[in-house]
């Protein structure tokens, strides 16, 4: 089972950080990060899961009502009373290029466009320049719940890899009928509603959203063997760290 980091390690640290993402790359034999992109008001990329702020930083609104220099206000309350920011996706590429650890070179990123809610103009040109401008390239996986935007992605770079997202696998096997160019299936790990052999021959990254910062950690395991029995290969995690 090939581990990755959900929004970073998003049950001890502040989710799709600098920090989360940090932490996550200092642990051993872990697969990837998974994060979150969206535009702003002035077209620039940034890393922030839900459509609104208010969850998690100390704003309110949409994040594409704000420019990237309001949006760069914004705080996150990290451990020790300390702040954490909404990153520019540029730093994270660059986290991910220039990192010190040893292992940075294998990893791989997984960036999930979110624009299912908002089909935000421009955002898969925007992101592919970006991986392409950092040489990222053969390491990043683009998914999204919206087949429309990874035909877009599998128009622009016929060598992408791309997942497409869905709560059921049903449903990702669906969409992937419709051309969206898809190489994996990212279903939720509830959702394998289909036999092992259906998914056979198929990449199934399952994702689980579980606890977030700063919700303490349960100190409970998920069944990883019961999962790879579902024909999963691939697990996004909120705390790899107990994984791997």
Known sequence: MKIWAHRGCSQRYPENTLQAFEK??????????ELDVQLTKDGQLVVCHDERVDRTTNGIGEVRQFTLAGIRKLRIEAENGKYEQIPVMEEVL??????????????KLNIELKNSI????????????????YGLQDRVIYSSFSALSLEKIRKLDAKAEIGILDTKISDCLYKLKGGCGANALHPSCRGMDLPRERVSGYVVRAWLTGHLYPEKPTGKRLDLAALERMGISDVFLNEPEKYV
């Open 118 to 133: 908002f089909p935000y103009e421009g955002m898969e040109e925007k992101t592919i320049d970006l991986v392409y401008k």
């Open 24 to 33: 996550a790359m200092e642990i051993e034999g872990l697969e990837g990060i």
């Open 94 to 107: 660059e986290l991910f290029r220039d990192g010190k650890k040893e292992h940075k070179g294998n990893l």
